[in-house]
Antibody, heavy 121, light 107 residues
Framework: EVQLVQSGAEVKKPGESLKISCKVSGYTFSTYWIGWVRQTPGKGLEWMGVIYPGDSDTRYSPSFQGQVTISADKSISTAYLQWSSLKASDTAIYYC??????????????WGQGTLVTVSS | DIQMTQSPSSLSASIGDGVTITCRASQSISTYLNWYQQKPGKAPKLLIFAASSLQSGVPSRFSGSGSGTDFTLTISSLQPEDFATYYCQQSYSTPRRFGQGTKLEIK
């Protein structure tokens, strides 16, 4: 059974750093892209970027490039999303999801349960 | 970037009704369009990919159509578990944006 299990909710202050995780099981981690999606009440679902754990090839949305870092550790089948300096506007639910595809059509077929990040002074 | 616009933003319907949700892309995306369903407190769930291909395990009352810039998600006979928020997503180019969502509520 494919599972993506994310780390727990976080409460941070502006300027602090944070790294959240997404541990996968049930398939070969290094052979599927993993993506991160942000959800806020005001902006809905936002595609942040994806990583291919096999070689750490990473693609970012221009909106998130330079604002976050996506990484992966093949040895423990875990993907990460990290911030070096959080802002209040980073308050959101963050989902990881496995990206699959068929004949070039790409989609997120399995999702983590989400990690709520709250940034407040 | 390709922008995705859904309509309506919200919709009220009754059990057994058929409903259609529309998604429009700001430029042609061929059939590179996905639909997801999200219930409160849960992660999105893939319903349809490639505009009209039903994901395994999704009931056949869900169907998708369209190509180019205009797409529709149709639910043929609403069941209680279908009341949720629906999102389209283009998979044509990076960033693979989502629509703003359509909330389907019980009338």
């Amino acid at each position: 059974e494919v599972q993506l299990v994310q780390s727990g909710a976080e409460v941070k202050k502006p300027g602090e750093s944070l790294k959240i995780s997404c541990k996968v099981s049930g398939y070969t981690f290094s052979t599927y892209w993993i993506g991160w999606v942000r959800q806020t009440p005001g902006k809905g679902l936002e595609w942040m970027g994806v990583i291919y754990p096999g070689d750490s090839d990473t693609r970012y949305s221009p909106s998130f490039q330079g604002q976050v870092t996506i990484s992966a550790d093949k040895s423990i089948s875990t993907a990460y999303l990290q911030w070096s300096s959080l802002k209040a506007s980073d308050t959101a639910i963050y989902y990881c999801a496995r990206r699959d595809g068929y004949s070039g059509y790409l989609y997120f077929d399995y999702w983590g349960q989400g990690t709520l990040v709250t940034v407040s002074s | 970037d390709i922008q995705m616009t859904q309509s309506p933003s919200s919709l009220s319907a009754s059990i057994g009704d058929g409903v259609t949700i529309t998604c429009r892309a700001s430029q042609s995306i061929s059939t590179y369009l996905n639909w997801y369903q999200q219930k409160p407190g849960k992660a999105p769930k893939l319903l349809i990919f490639a505009a009209s291909s039903l994901q395994s395990g999704v009931p056949s009352r869900f169907s998708g159509s369209g190509s180019g810039t205009d797409f529709t998600l149709t639910i043929s006979s609403l069941q209680p578990e279908d009341f949720a928020t629906y999102y389209c997503q283009q998979s044509y180019s990076t960033p693979r944006r989502f629509g703003q969502g359509t909330k389907l509520e019980i009338k």
